[in-house]
């Protein structure tokens, strides 16, 4: 089965820029969906299909997918930023949809 | 605005049985693939089954495959889980979350989840 692969943690100073990756074998022809999970809530989907913003979505945070990995920047990070962020594609092989282990951002 | 709302969460002793429902409302739930996802306290999110629009498709995770069954009620607005052989290790919330309105979409819409503690 296809596997994602996130780091565990990432840190980023209030402010500063976040970049969370996910790897997957040639994961720049799928499309990549972001989930974001704050503390004790539903996760809500922040980006679609490698770049797209759902509406209500701030523009601070944005996507990008190619090669072997897929991205999810986020500029002048805030407290509010922190979270688990997940990302999401579709195996087609198997025609099931595949989870990230998840990444925590920590805003110091 | 989309709400999509699960009920039917609670302890269960291990073999036992629960069936989850998620009633959903501001759009048209017919035209919807929809999913269960859950996520067991401390870890990361695991699809367990999904959904077509006209229930033709449906698909489920190996973890569940057998034991659990999903269905939905167009006319009543609902998606439902039959949980069987309940083991501790589906210990979790359980989501529910509309798949949009054709394969190999994303997760767009969440409910709040359930928790359903499988203990004797």
């Known amino acids: 089965s296809y596997v994602l692969t996130q780091p565990p943690s990432v840190s980023v100073a209030p402010g500063k820029t976040a970049r969370i990756t996910c790897g997957g074998n040639?994961?720049?022809?799928?499309?990549v969906h972001w989930y974001q999970q704050r503390p004790g809530q539903a996760p809500v989907m922040v980006i679609s299909y490698d770049k797209d913003r759902p509406s209500g979505i701030p523009e601070r945070i944005s996507g990008s997918n190619s090669g072997n990995t897929a991205a999810l920047t986020i500029t002048r990070v805030e407290a509010g930023d922190e979270a688990d962020y997940y990302c999401?594609?579709?195996?087609?092989?198997?025609?099931?949809?595949?989870f990230g282990g998840g990444t925590k951002l920590t805003v110091l | 605005q989309v709400q999509l709302v699960e009920s039917g969460g609670g302890l269960v002793k291990p073999g036992g049985s629960l069936r989850l429902s998620c009633a959903a409302s501001?759009?048209?739930?017919?035209?919807?693939?929809m999913s269960w996802i859950r996520q067991a306290p401390g870890k990361g999110l695991e699809w367990l089954s999904y959904?077509?629009?006209?229930?033709?498709?449906?698909y489920y995770a190996d973890s569940v495959k057998g034991r659990f069954t999903i269905s939905r009620d167009n006319a009543k607005n609902s998606l439902y889980l039959q949980m069987n052989s309940l083991r501790a290790e589906d210990t979790a919330v359980y989501y529910c979350?509309?798949?949009?309105?054709?394969?190999?979409?994303?997760?767009?819409?969440w409910g709040q989840g359930t928790l359903v503690t499988v203990s004797s």
């Open positions: 979350a509309r798949t949009g309105t054709m394969a190999f979409s994303n997760f767009d819409s």
């Open positions: 999401q594609v579709w195996d087609t092989i198997s025609d099931l949809p595949v």
């Open positions: 501001g759009f048209t739930f017919s035209d919807y693939w």
């Open positions: 959904i077509s629009d006209s229930e033709n498709t449906i």
């Open positions: 040639n994961i720049g022809i799928k499309s």
